[in-house]
């Protein structure tokens, strides 16, 4: 029927004009027949009536985890790394205390033993001056020497009395003493050890390579727990307070891991103008650089509408009734369903175009 009364309408302007033989009146009524062929039947279009809810606003939560206890390992000392009991691959999971690493100690425990043997041959040749000016502490030190070995870290000096404290110390018992010590700690950090049981996610170094204090060895990471890093607008940070708790999951939507709020900065980061939260994350199959994200809810208010998909522009806006046309309004989208989506921008009441894939903004509506 709207067809038939266009075709109709069309041949009657044109007849008008060539009767007339006016350009003025065939111009004038070649637009009348766009207008007309602009208009359409509202009947032909499906509208959708807009309810709104007052929803409470929530603070967008996003960011990579990493793990809360980690340790970069970097030798102390130099020397060419020796086979150990496990290999030092990444995933190889440790106890605590076990050994990580072993360099070649070889010739600073040769150092060690011989400054040992140096120190205990002093002891002895002082035996007879004790036994002569401090024949009190005789049975003590006596006692002392006997545990005294190249093989066995120096056990510290016996207690004496104050004479006697200072003759060994005349004679650089207690220098030696500190020395061996020294020798001693150093020897120690050829052998690096697991300070909490976890896991090494990376390692760097073969055995027979020869690494110094600079060379990063890998990294050690208890996978038990974590830390997603995420920021936030300074306006928000009055809702994000340590100790809430939310839930944050994966990209996928498919995990949900429980979190809470560990920390946040007193202070915006220049560079960005954003402040930073850290929340403590944990949960199973857990992974450091995973991508999680949730949101916290706040006090703040805001009036959304529930729309179909179908009724979102590819510009993000959405055709609703104005003035008696069909105009385009913009919306701002706050969630996601599978066929529906959540927005902000339009008002209780308004009627906007279920489906926009054929209709478009300026048409007039009779």
Not at 139 to 160: C, I, M, R
Not at 262 to 271: G, I, K, L, M, S
Request: proline fraction near 5%; aromatic fraction near 6%; hydrophobic fraction near 40%.
């Amino acid at each position: 029927m709207n067809k038939v009364l266009l075709s109709a309408l069309s041949l009657l302007l044109l007849s008008i004009a060539a009767s007339c033989g006016d350009d003025d009146t065939k111009k004038a009524a070649e637009s009348q027949i766009e207008a007309a062929a602009e208009e359409i039947d509202s009947g032909q279009i499906r509208f959708v009536t807009v309810k709104t809810e007052s929803v409470a606003e929530s603070v967008p939560i996003s960011g990579r985890i990493r793990a809360d206890n980690r340790v970069e390992l970097f030798p102390e000392v130099s020397g060419k790394i020796t086979t150990g009991d496990k290999p030092f691959r990444e995933g190889i999971s440790y106890q605590k205390g076990d050994i990580i690493l072993k360099l070649d100690d070889s010739e600073a425990r040769l150092q060690v033993q011989s400054s040992r043997s140096k120190f205990k041959s002093l002891v002895s040749a002082l035996m007879a001056d004790i036994k002569l000016d401090h024949p009190e502490t005789l049975p003590l030190y006596e006692a002392w020497f006997q545990t005294l070995s190249a093989d066995k870290s120096v056990p510290p000096v016996p207690g004496l009395d104050e004479n006697a404290r200072r003759f060994l110390e005349s004679k650089g018992v207690y220098e030696l003493y500190y020395s061996i010590k020294s020798t001693e700690d150093r020897l120690d950090k050829f052998t690096i050890r697991a300070p909490f049981s976890g896991i090494l996610s990376a390692a760097k170094a073969e055995p027979g390579q020869v690494v110094g204090p600079q060379f990063h060895l890998g990294t050690l990471i208890d996978p038990s727990l974590f830390i997603l890093n995420a920021s936030i607008d300074p306006d928000d940070a009055e809702w994000v307070l340590p100790g809430q708790s939310l839930e944050v999951r994966n990209r996928d939507q498919n995990n949900l891991y429980s979190a809470a709020v560990a920390r946040v900065n007193p202070a915006v980061d220049p560079a960005s103008q954003q402040v930073f939260v850290y929340m403590e994350v944990s949960g199973e199959n857990l992974r450091e650089g995973m991508y999680l994200e949730g949101e916290i809810k706040s006090d703040r208010k805001m009036e959304l509408a529930r729309i179909p998909k179908s009724a979102l522009l590819r510009t993000g806006d959405v055709l609703a009734k104005r003035d008696g046309s069909l105009a385009e309004v913009p919306v701002e989208i706050i969630d996601l369903e599978r066929a529906h989506l959540w927005v902000r921008g339009l008002q209780n009441g308004d009627e906007i175009v279920e489906d926009v894939s054929e209709p478009a903004g300026g048409q007039i509506i009779n």
